[in-house]
T-cell receptor
Framework: GESVGLHLPTLSVQEGDNSIINCAYS??????FIWYKQESGKGPQFIID?????DKRQGQRVTVLLNKTVKHLSLQIAATQPGDSAVYFC???????????FGKGTSLLVTP | DGGITQSPKYLFRKEGQNVTLSCEQN?????MYWYRQDPGQGLRLIYY???????QKGDIAEGYSVSREKKESFPLTVTSAQKNPTAFYLC???????????????FGDGTRLSIL
């Protein structure tokens, strides 16, 4: 089966700095990866996704990097703002279906 | 606005009681999913359905049941056989289909279930 984990349960950054949240996955057959942001008491909100035929994808202030060799992906947030404070989850999908396997989440705290 | 609606937001269950959580989507998505989230943990898959009248067990299906009679609706019943039902329950939906690559799952805002 698939195991997805995040390296750090909490991350504290100063407002304006860049944030990097890391994630590792175990199944080399995983071909779809996705990052979610979850605020307290709410459902996860889609941030960005990437397929295994890419190693980098950019969105608005966010970049996802995928390293299939070491089965690692990261989420970079540029110029982190207080509104970015939340729990961030990575998830991976094996190529056999559509179910996502989620990591445990990293809590990002942005300080002024 | 298109989205996923979960109700109720808070639900309390008595011992030995079955309770049903509602999930409705107007995104015209074929696939729907139920996840359970415990404090400080990631999401674990309970059941999912890729098409009407069909569904599959996820990793933690014991003590739960679902139905998919309509494309828009995927209710989850937490039965009395689920001995530790206190959790945050999240419903999601996504596009699927032949030739369609993985698409993001979109989530509702959850139902928090507690035991009385």
């Amino acid at each position: 089966g698939e195991s997805v984990g995040l390296h750090l349960p909490t991350l504290s950054v100063q407002e304006g700095d860049n944030s990097i949240i890391n994630c590792a996955y175990s199944n080399s057959a995983s071909d779809y990866f996705i990052w979610y942001k979850q605020e307290s008491g709410k459902g996860p909100q889609f941030i960005i996704d990437i397929r295994s035929n890419m190693d980098k994808r950019q969105g608005q202030r966010v970049t996802v990097l995928l390293n299939k060799t070491v089965k690692h992906l990261s989420l970079q947030i540029a110029a982190t703002q207080p509104g970015d404070s939340a729990v961030y989850f990575c998830a991976a999908s094996p190529n056999s279906g559509y179910a996502l396997n989620f990591g445990k989440g990293t809590s990002l705290l942005v300080t002024p | 606005d298109g989205g996923i609606t979960q109700s109720p937001k808070y639900l309390f269950r008595k011992e030995g009681q079955n309770v049903t959580l509602s999930c409705e989507q107007n995104l015209n998505h074929d696939a729907m999913y139920w996840y359970r989230q415990d404090p400080g943990q990631g999401l674990r898959l309970i059941y999912y359905s890729q098409i009407v009248n069909d569904f599959q067990k996820g990793d933690i299906a014991e003590g739960y049941s679902v139905s998919r009679e309509k494309k828009e609706s995927f209710p989850l019943t937490v039965t009395s056989a689920q001995k530790n039902p206190t959790a945050f329950y999240l419903c999601a939906s996504s596009m699927v289909g032949a030739g369609v690559l993985n698409q993001p799952q979109h989530f509702g805002d959850g139902t928090r279930l507690s035991i009385l």
